[in-house]
């Protein structure tokens, strides 16, 4: 009923920016907090940035300063912007959304996108 498709991951050099895109498609009434998550390669995956339907954001402190999140709610589409890339920003990146699922019963669930692979070399 609800997906999450991701866009933008790739590989590249650090220093350089990439964004990520994240489109929620479905029976969507509305979309509460969205969010970016990323797990690499042995370790448990972990939250990068947040973002409530209100605008207001979250960041890990890793990234705090070189990344942004950013929202368009007519889109249902949330991005990170990555700036400065550093060889230990390499994960997979998924996007999440709480979303409240149109229909006679309005409910509300988390979705994950498939993940985005961002590989950053040295």
């Known amino acids: 009923q609800v997906q999450l498709v991701e866009s933008g991951g790739g590989f590249v050099q650090a220093g350089v920016s990439l964004r990520l895109s994240c489109a929620a498609s479905g029976s969507i009434f509305s979309i509460n907090a969205m969010g970016w998550y990323r797990q690499a390669p042995g370790k448990q995956r972990e939250l990068v940035a947040t973002i409530t339907s209100g605008g207001s954001t979250n960041y890990a402190d890793s990234v705090k300063g070189r990344f942004t999140i950013s929202r368009d709610n007519a889109k249902n589409t949330v991005y990170l912007q990555m700036n400065s890339l550093k060889p230990e920003d390499t994960a997979v990146y998924y996007c999440?959304?709480?979303?409240?699922?149109?229909?006679?019963?309005?409910?509300?669930?988390?979705?994950w996108g498939q993940g985005t692979q961002v590989t950053v070399s040295s």
């Open positions: 999440n959304a709480d979303i409240v699922v149109a229909g006679f019963v309005k409910y509300e669930d988390t979705y």
